[in-house]
């Protein structure tokens, strides 16, 4: 009696073993792409259901659609789908498959804002990405702020340069939001640390570190640069820095005449003493710092010596004498920020 009610047990599970067997069997097959690796959406919202008879159908698990189904309903405790897109390779099967669309990771893009850049580049950057969905096209800079919260701000220097990874069908302006964020951040934390007092705000160190930022690439002339800046704002002196007077034209080609210096303008830092009222640009953290930490010195002028880096004065004499040095008949593009106040305004350039 007890030999048969064994084999009755075995016979009825037996089957059901062989079925576990069968589909732990089908489920482990790897998966079929057409290369070693596929990218695959899901879209937010998208069903289980819809997922799996979706990948079977498209040949990549080769498992019927019932039995996909099935596990993924079965398997339901590991988590729910992500939405975005993933990165399908060859080593994956069935089970691996579904694992990764419900614990990712997604697959991140990324894409650089570099230092220097004004707004405008920035959505252009934005507008020119074809994975990131467009929310702002039409909108104008003050919507967008608007968007952000600040709508009384001015854009130019609110974002943070740097890389940022997005994932597929990520909005413009959350990139933004995000930039809006850390530049705020960046900007608190210079302030709080700072050793030069002379600026009356963090907007006011903002502008300054965008005219900083354009003014030099060269990083051991960023701190210098910034002295000079402030010495001059201490002592009413105008700025006479040429990236403030090119932000306020509209038609500028590349050329800087002494006709643009004489161009009214609230940019124009050879007519107007003090800060412009808004940055030029959106300054990295480098030209930040430099502006609340600058180099101890009394420069007073620096000029281009024509190979990035910028020679200090701290007299007009000593001035006069490097530009005489450094870009007396040198192409136009090799500017010099600070052109000695003896040159007259009313003079053409050549």
């Excluded at 690796?37 to 159908?57: C, I, M, Q, R």
């Amino acid at each position: 009696m007890k030999t048969r009610l064994t084999l009755i047990l075995l016979l009825a599970v037996l089957p059901m073993l062989v079925c576990v067997g069968y589909l732990f069997q089908q489920l482990n097959k790897s998966i079929v792409l057409p290369a070693e690796a596929v990218f695959y959406e899901v879209k937010p919202g998208t069903p289980l259901t819809e997922v799996t008879s979706d990948l079977v159908a498209r040949g990549i698990v080769v498992v019927p659609t019932w039995m996909y189904r099935l596990y993924g309903t079965l398997s339901q405790t590991q988590g729910s789908l992500k939405a975005g897109e993933f990165e399908i390779t060859q080593s994956m099967n069935a089970v691996t498959l579904l694992k990764k669309l419900r614990r990712g990771p997604v697959v991140q893009h990324q894409m650089t804002f570099p230092e220097g850049w004004r707004f405008r580049d920035w959505r252009e950057q934005l507008a020119s990405q074809p994975l990131i969905r467009q929310s702002i096209n039409g909108l104008s800079d003050d919507e967008v702020m608007a968007l952000l919260g600040d709508n009384q701000l001015n854009p130019e220097g609110q974002f943070f340069p740097d890389t940022y990874h997005y994932v597929k069908g990520e909005t413009d302006i959350a990139i933004l939001r995000r930039a809006h964020r850390r530049m705020a951040e960046a900007l608190n934390r210079a302030w709080r640390n700072r050793t030069d007092t002379t600026l009356a705000s963090p907007y006011e160190a903002l502008i300054l570190a965008s005219i900083v930022e354009k003014e030099t690439g060269f990083s051991l002339d960023r701190g210098k640069i910034a002295r000079v800046f402030i010495n001059r704002l201490e002592m009413g002196m105008r700025l006479q820095t040429d990236p403030t007077v090119i932000y306020g034209l509209s038609d500028f080609d590349g050329d800087l005449t002494r006709s643009h210096l004489r161009q009214a303008s609230a940019y124009n830092t050879y007519l107007n003493k003090g800060l412009p009222p808004t940055p030029i640009c959106n300054p990295g953290l480098a030209a930040i710092e430099a502006v609340f930490a600058p180099e101890p010195g009394d420069y007073l002028f620096f000029v281009a010596q024509g190979d990035g880096r910028s020679f200090f004065s701290t007299t007009l004499d000593q001035h006069n004498q490097a530009v005489s040095k450094f870009q007396r008949g040198v192409r136009a593009e090799a500017y010099q920020s600070a052109p000695p106040t003896t040159v007259p305004l009313t003079k053409e350039a050549p």
